[in-house]
C-alpha cells in the first residue's frame, strides 16, 4: 500500500507545486477582486459535480465492485462493467451540461447569491461558468477511467492527470489574456480544455494496460450497473460532505464584502497541498485495498491495512497542521504578496489558513474511513453523519460569519469535519470494523511528542527571522520548513515513532 500511496502523492506532490506556481500568477494578475471572486466561483460550480458525481459518490461505488469483479470474474467482466458505466455517464452528464448552460444564472444566483446585487460581479461569473462547466463531462468521465486504472492497481497516470489542469490553466493565462475579455475568462478556457487533455492521458493509459473503455455507446442498466447506481445515490452525500460544506461556504462567503471568497480559495489552496497529497493518496490506495481483501475473505489483512493507513495518515498530517498554523503569515506573504496582491490580502488569507489547519487532520481522516464504509458497500452510514455534517457547518457559518466573516467560514469547514471524522471512526469501532492495534496506540502519542518539538522549533524560529524583507521572504520561510522538518524526522526516530529501518523495508517490498 505504502509504494501505491507514494505514487499517488509524489504525482500530486507534482500538481500541487504546480498549483502554487499557477495560483501565484493569478493572484499577481487578478488579485482578490471582482474578476478573481468570479472566476474562482466559475471554478467551483463544475469541481462541485465533478467531486459528488465523479471523484466522490462514483469511485466510492465503482471502485470496489470494479476491484471485486476484476478478482472474482476476470478482466472481461470488469471492462463490461466499465463500458456500460462510461456510456451512461456520458449521456446524463451531457444532459447536465446542457441543462446547466442553459439555466447557469439561475445557478448563480443559487450559489452565490450575494453576487446578484452587484451586476459587474454576477455577469462575469455567468459567463466564465458557462466557459467552464463542460469540464464536468470531460473530467467525470476521466475519473471513471481513473477507477478502472486504480482498480488494476495502476496509479501513475490518473495522479498524474492534474498535472495538466495546472499547466493548461497557466498556459491559457499568459497565452490567451491578451484575445479575451479578462484574465478571468483566459483561465475559464483554460480550465475546460484542460478537462479534454486529462481524459485523453488516462484514456491512453487505460488503452495500454488492456482496457481500452468505450465512451460512447448505447447504456445497459445490468445488475452490476443498477448495483452501482444504488450505491451511488447515498454516497453523494457520504463521500462528498466535504464538497458540499465549501459549497455551502461560497454560498455564506457570496455575501460578504468583496475578497472573502479569493481570500477562503488562496488559504485552502494551500491547505490542499498536504491534504491532497495525504489524504488523497490515503483515499485512493486505500479503497480498492480494502475491497480486495475484503471480498478475497482476509478481514485480518483489512485490518492492519486500516492501521497501518491511520498511522501513516497522522505521522504526514500533524507536523502539516502545525506547520500551517504557526507559519500561515510568513507562507501566504512570501508565495502571493505581490503584483495585485495587497498585504491587507495577504493578512485576511492568512487568518484563514489558521483556521483550515485546525481542520487539516480530520479532513484526511474522513478519507481513511470513509473507505471502511464504501469497501464493504455500505453508503448509508456515511449519508447520515454527513447530512449531519453538512447541517452544522451550516449553522456554525450563520452563526460565526457575522462575528469572523471568512475566517468564520473556514474554521466552521474544519469544525464540521472534526464532527464528520469522528462520527466514522465511531461507528467503525462499534460495529468492530475499526480497532486500534498496539503500534498504533504506542506510535500515537509519541507523534505528538515529535510534533510538539517541532512546533517549538518553528516558532522560535520565526520569532527570530520573521518578518523579513520582500526579496529573502522565499528564502526565510524555506528555511523556516527545513528546520521544522529535521526537527521532526529527528524527533520521530527518537520517540520510537517511526523507525528508519522499516520506512526502509517497505519501500522495497513489493
Given at each position: 500500500?505504502?509504494?501505491?500511496?507514494?505514487?499517488?502523492?509524489?504525482?500530486?506532490?507534482?500538481?500541487?507545486?504546480l498549483g502554487f506556481?499557477?495560483?501565484?500568477?493569478?493572484?499577481?494578475?487578478?488579485?482578490?477582486?471582482?474578476?478573481?471572486?468570479?472566476?474562482?466561483?466559475?471554478?467551483?460550480?463544475?469541481?462541485?459535480?465533478?467531486?459528488?458525481?465523479?471523484?466522490?459518490?462514483?469511485?466510492?461505488?465503482?471502485?470496489?465492485?470494479?476491484?471485486?469483479?476484476?478478482?472474482?470474474?476476470?478482466?472481461?467482466?470488469?471492462?463490461?462493467?466499465?463500458?456500460?458505466?462510461?456510456?451512461?455517464?456520458?449521456?446524463?452528464?451531457?444532459?447536465?451540461?446542457?441543462?446547466?448552460?442553459?439555466?447557469?444564472?439561475?445557478?448563480?444566483?443559487?450559489?452565490?447569491?450575494?453576487?446578484?446585487?452587484?451586476?459587474?460581479?454576477?455577469?462575469?461569473?455567468?459567463?466564465?461558468?458557462?466557459?467552464?462547466?463542460?469540464?464536468?463531462?470531460?473530467?467525470?468521465?476521466?475519473?471513471?477511467?481513473?477507477?478502472?486504472?486504480?482498480?488494476?492497481?495502476?496509479?501513475?497516470?490518473?495522479?498524474?492527470?492534474?498535472?495538466?489542469?495546472?499547466?493548461?490553466?497557466?498556459?491559457?493565462?499568459?497565452?490567451?489574456?491578451?484575445?479575451?475579455?479578462?484574465?478571468?475568462?483566459?483561465?475559464?478556457?483554460?480550465?475546460?480544455?484542460?478537462?479534454?487533455?486529462?481524459?485523453?492521458?488516462?484514456?491512453?493509459?487505460?488503452?495500454?494496460?488492456?482496457?481500452?473503455?468505450?465512451?460512447?455507446?448505447?447504456?445497459?442498466?445490468?445488475?452490476?450497473?443498477?448495483?452501482?447506481?444504488?450505491?451511488?445515490?447515498?454516497?453523494?452525500?457520504?463521500?462528498?460532505?466535504?464538497?458540499?460544506?465549501?459549497?455551502?461556504?461560497?454560498?455564506?462567503?457570496?455575501?460578504?464584502?468583496?475578497?472573502?471568497?479569493?481570500?477562503?480559495?488562496?488559504?485552502?489552496?494551500?491547505?490542499?497541498?498536504?491534504l491532497g497529497v495525504?489524504?488523497?493518496?490515503?483515499?485512493?490506495?486505500?479503497?480498492?485495498?480494502?475491497?480486495?481483501?475484503?471480498?478475497?475473505?482476509?478481514?485480518?489483512?483489512?485490518?492492519?491495512?486500516?492501521?497501518?493507513?491511520?498511522?501513516?495518515?497522522?505521522?504526514?498530517?500533524?507536523?502539516?497542521?502545525?506547520?500551517?498554523?504557526?507559519?500561515?503569515?510568513?507562507?501566504?506573504?512570501?508565495?502571493?504578496?505581490?503584483?495585485?496582491?495587497?498585504?491587507?490580502?495577504?493578512?485576511?488569507?492568512?487568518?484563514?489558513?489558521?483556521?483550515?489547519?485546525?481542520?487539516?487532520?480530520?479532513?484526511?481522516?474522513?478519507?481513511?474511513?470513509?473507505?471502511?464504509?464504501?469497501?464493504?458497500?455500505?453508503?448509508?452510514?456515511?449519508?447520515?453523519?454527513?447530512?449531519?455534517?453538512?447541517?452544522?457547518?451550516?449553522?456554525?457559518?450563520?452563526?460565526?460569519?457575522?462575528?469572523?466573516?471568512?475566517?468564520?467560514?473556514?474554521?466552521?469547514?474544519?469544525?464540521?469535519?472534526?464532527?464528520?471524522?469522528?462520527?466514522?471512526?465511531?461507528?467503525?469501532?462499534?460495529?468492530?470494523?475499526?480497532?486500534?492495534?498496539?503500534?498504533?496506540r504506542h506510535r500515537?502519542?509519541?507523534?505528538?511528542?515529535?510534533?510538539?518539538?517541532?512546533?517549538?522549533?518553528?516558532?522560535?524560529?520565526?520569532?527570530?527571522?520573521?518578518?523579513?524583507?520582500?526579496?529573502?521572504?522565499?528564502?526565510?520561510?524555506?528555511?523556516?520548513?527545513?528546520?521544522?522538518?529535521?526537527?521532526?524526522?529527528?524527533?520521530?526516530?527518537?520517540?520510537?515513532?517511526?523507525?528508519?529501518?522499516?520506512?526502509?523495508?517497505?519501500?522495497?517490498?513489493?
Open positions: 500500500m505504502l509504494r501505491n500511496v507514494l505514487t499517488v502523492g509524489g504525482w500530486t506532490m507534482a500538481s500541487r507545486i506556481a499557477r495560483d501565484v500568477l493569478i493572484a499577481s494578475r487578478l488579485g482578490a477582486g471582482p474578476v478573481a471572486d468570479a472566476f474562482f466561483v466559475a471554478l467551483k460550480l463544475p469541481n462541485l459535480f465533478r467531486r459528488l458525481f465523479g471523484e466522490g459518490a462514483f469511485n466510492a461505488a465503482f471502485i470496489p465492485a470494479f476491484a471485486g469483479t476484476l478478482a472474482a470474474e476476470g478482466r472481461l467482466a470488469a471492462l463490461a462493467l466499465a463500458n456500460h458505466l462510461a456510456a451512461l455517464m456520458t449521456l446524463w452528464l451531457s444532459l447536465i451540461v446542457v441543462v446547466g448552460w442553459i439555466l447557469m444564472p439561475q445557478l448563480i444566483f443559487v450559489l452565490a447569491p450575494g453576487f446578484a446585487d452587484e451586476p459587474l460581479r454576477y455577469g462575469l461569473t455567468v459567463e466564465m461558468t458557462r466557459i467552464t462547466f463542460p469540464y464536468l463531462l470531460f473530467i467525470c468521465l476521466a475519473a471513471l477511467v481513473s477507477g478502472v486504472l486504480n482498480g488494476l492497481n495502476r496509479f501513475g497516470a490518473a495522479a498524474a492527470a492534474p498535472v495538466l489542469f495546472n499547466l493548461m490553466s497557466m498556459a491559457t493565462l499568459i497565452g490567451l489574456t491578451p484575445f479575451v475579455a479578462t484574465p478571468g475568462h483566459a483561465l475559464a478556457w483554460g480550465v475546460m480544455l484542460s478537462g479534454i487533455v486529462q481524459l485523453g492521458l488516462v484514456w491512453w493509459a487505460a488503452r495500454d494496460a488492456g482496457m481500452a473503455i468505450g465512451l460512447v455507446g448505447i447504456p445497459r442498466l445490468t445488475p452490476a450497473v443498477r448495483a452501482v447506481l444504488r450505491r451511488m445515490g447515498p454516497g453523494i452525500f457520504g463521500a462528498g460532505v466535504t464538497q458540499l460544506n465549501l459549497a455551502i461556504d461560497v454560498i455564506i462567503a457570496s455575501t460578504l464584502p468583496a475578497g472573502a471568497v479569493s481570500f477562503l480559495y488562496y488559504a485552502d489552496r494551500v491547505a490542499q497541498l498536504p495525504i489524504g488523497a493518496a490515503m483515499g485512493t490506495a486505500l479503497l480498492p485495498l480494502l475491497a480486495r481483501q475484503l471480498r478475497m475473505g482476509q478481514p485480518l489483512a483489512a485490518h492492519r491495512s486500516q492501521n497501518r493507513a491511520l498511522e501513516l495518515s497522522l505521522l504526514l498530517t500533524l507536523p502539516s497542521a502545525v506547520a500551517l498554523a504557526l507559519l500561515a503569515e510568513p507562507i501566504i506573504m512570501a508565495l502571493f504578496q505581490r503584483g495585485a496582491f495587497s498585504a491587507d490580502a495577504a493578512s485576511a488569507t492568512s487568518a484563514a489558513l489558521v483556521a483550515y489547519a485546525f481542520g487539516m487532520p480530520f479532513f484526511v481522516l474522513v478519507k481513511v474511513f470513509a473507505p471502511g464504509f464504501f469497501a464493504r458497500g455500505d453508503t448509508s452510514a456515511p449519508v447520515k453523519i454527513g447530512l449531519v455534517a453538512v447541517a452544522l457547518n451550516l449553522a456554525l457559518n450563520l452563526s460565526l460569519s457575522p462575528f469572523l466573516a471568512h475566517v468564520g467560514i473556514a474554521l466552521s469547514t474544519a469544525i464540521a469535519a472534526a464532527v464528520n471524522a469522528g462520527l466514522l471512526a465511531v461507528v467503525l469501532m462499534r460495529r468492530r470494523q475499526l480497532v486500534f492495534d498496539a503500534r498504533l500515537v502519542p509519541r507523534m505528538l511528542a515529535a510534533v510538539a518539538v517541532m512546533g517549538l522549533v518553528l516558532a522560535a524560529g520565526r520569532a527570530l527571522l520573521w518578518p523579513a524583507e520582500p526579496g529573502l521572504r522565499l528564502a526565510v520561510l524555506a528555511l523556516l520548513c527545513l528546520a521544522g522538518g529535521v526537527a521532526y524526522i529527528l524527533s520521530v526516530s527518537v520517540f520510537g515513532a517511526l523507525r528508519l529501518s522499516e520506512l526502509r523495508a517497505m519501500l522495497r517490498r513489493r
